[in-house]
């Protein structure tokens, strides 16, 4: 019984302690990431890339996982899509685009897309960033926005601006992006 009063003791005293550094804005590294980013300026980087979804074939890069069994609204996959340089699905591979989209329009087909874009090469190796929008797909033009980052776009904003360059009959398509994204 001691032994645990002299345990809950130790947790009150320091907690008191980090309340007491708080209130009185005593520095302390655990603070330090405040520090960090009040030095921190904003950059805009431009991105330009190709996503590969491909339903088909005996390696689809997106399989559905959810949804009515004639295909349609409420068709929801899962992905793991190639991101390359260049608009042929030989092109160097940059990243990946992982996360789920769905069939949401019952009037206009367009998916609802929760994608990371997890960058494997260059300066941005390790970096991701997060798109979170609709997708009218076929809308000459789609802006979705950026709603975050990691890594070298930590606290990333912007938005991405999709065009379907191929497409075929079973579903399968390549689609250029250009991203603006503001970030630390």
């Not at 904003?42 to 390696?59: A, M, N, P, Q, R």
């Amino acid at each position: 019984m001691a032994s645990a009063l002299t345990y809950l003791y130790n947790i009150i005293l320091v907690s008191s302690a980090c309340f007491i550094l708080l209130i009185n804005g005593e520095d302390s590294d655990w603070f330090s990431e405040t520090k960090v980013f009040e030095k921190m300026e904003e950059k805009v980087t431009h991105l330009h890339f190709y996503f590969h979804d491909t339903i088909s074939g005996d390696k689809p890069t997106a399989i559905q996982i959810a949804g009515p069994k004639a295909g349609g609204f409420g068709d929801t996959m899962i992905a793991d899509e190639p991101l390359t340089e260049g608009p042929e699905a030989t092109s160097k591979i940059i990243g990946r685009a992982q996360g789920m989209y769905a069939l949401s329009g019952q009037q206009e087909v367009g998916l609802i897309m929760v994608l990371s874009y997890a960058f494997m090469e260059g300066k941005y190796n390790g970096s991701t960033l997060s798109l979170l929008g609709r997708n009218p797909i076929f809308h000459p033009v789609r802006e979705m926005p950026i709603v975050g980052g990691s890594g070298l776009f930590r606290f990333a904003r912007g938005y991405a601006l999709a065009k379907t360059v191929w497409f075929n009959n079973l579903g399968d398509a390549v689609v250029e992006y250009n991203v603006t994204v503001i970030h630390y």
